[in-house]
């Protein structure tokens, strides 16, 4: 599976098949759990898991999931006390079907820390790493619409950009900013820089006005005669 290509075409079917914002967020979120664990054909996720992600009842998650089946986005196999299974329905060429094995799949911790240069895929998980927690059903179609229109390389740079200066507390109108008008952004950064050193500047050069008033003092204390001729 392609995380790109999923967001997108999970989006475009969106168009013809209107969901609740609800259901939206739990395909979102097996979509982020199966990524992590390695896109495999079938992966294990529990109920908590997603109710505690998606902060909703046990009786709204089944109702959400259901629907999800019911549409044919998703597969799922219940496995008694333990972990259900899931199997997304891909929008690429489906991979050949596998049976799940008896033995669930433990779902990987998430690490706390990563190497954005190499181990980020795409846009997405660069945000997501950076900003520490999972982008919400907005924010994911907001970032696929910058990759359509820019490029994913174009956009990962701006967003490897905007947290070098502003750190983790980014928001996605900075990075559109930086996408849409790069010279304005790096005219206004150059005019903090220069204002900046303009500041310094005139704190570290001593002042004139003492000098000249001193000056001016003494040539206006001078006196003198003019002596007439004959």
Not at 92 to 113: F, G, I, L, R, Y
Not at 157 to 185: C, D, T, W
């Amino acid at each position: 599976m392609n995380y790109l290509k999923e967001m997108n075409g999970f989006m475009n079917w969106l168009e013809t098949n209107p969901l609740s914002a609800t259901t939206q967020a739990l395909w979102f979120h097996l979509l982020h759990i199966n990524n992590k664990a390695g896109w495999r054909e079938w992966f294990t996720t529990s109920n908590t898991t997603l109710q505690a992600k998606i902060e909703i009842s046990e009786n709204t998650l089944i109702k959400h999931r259901k629907m999800l089946i019911d549409l044919k986005r998703i597969e799922y196999k219940p496995q008694g006390r333990k972990a259900g299974q899931y199997r997304l329905i891909s929008f690429e060429t489906p991979v050949t079907e596998q049976e799940p094995s008896e033995k669930p799949v433990p779902e990987p911790a998430p690490q706390e820390t990563q190497e954005v240069d190499h181990k980020m895929k795409n846009a997405f998980e660069l945000f997501e790493n950076k900003v520490a927690r999972s982008i919400g059903t907005i924010e994911a179609q907001r970032i696929g619409y910058m990759v359509d229109d820019y490029g994913e390389e174009k956009v990962m740079e701006a967003m490897k950009k905007a947290f070098r200066n502003k750190g983790s507390n980014v928001g996605l109108s900075y990075i559109e900013a930086i996408l849409s008008n790069p010279l304005s952004q790096k005219r206004k950064e150059k005019q903090q820089y220069g204002y900046k050193q303009s500041s310094q500047h005139r704190h570290s050069v001593p002042s004139n006005d003492e000098g000249s008033s001193s000056k001016i003092a003494f040539l206006g204390n001078r006196t003198g005669r003019i002596r007439r001729k004959g």
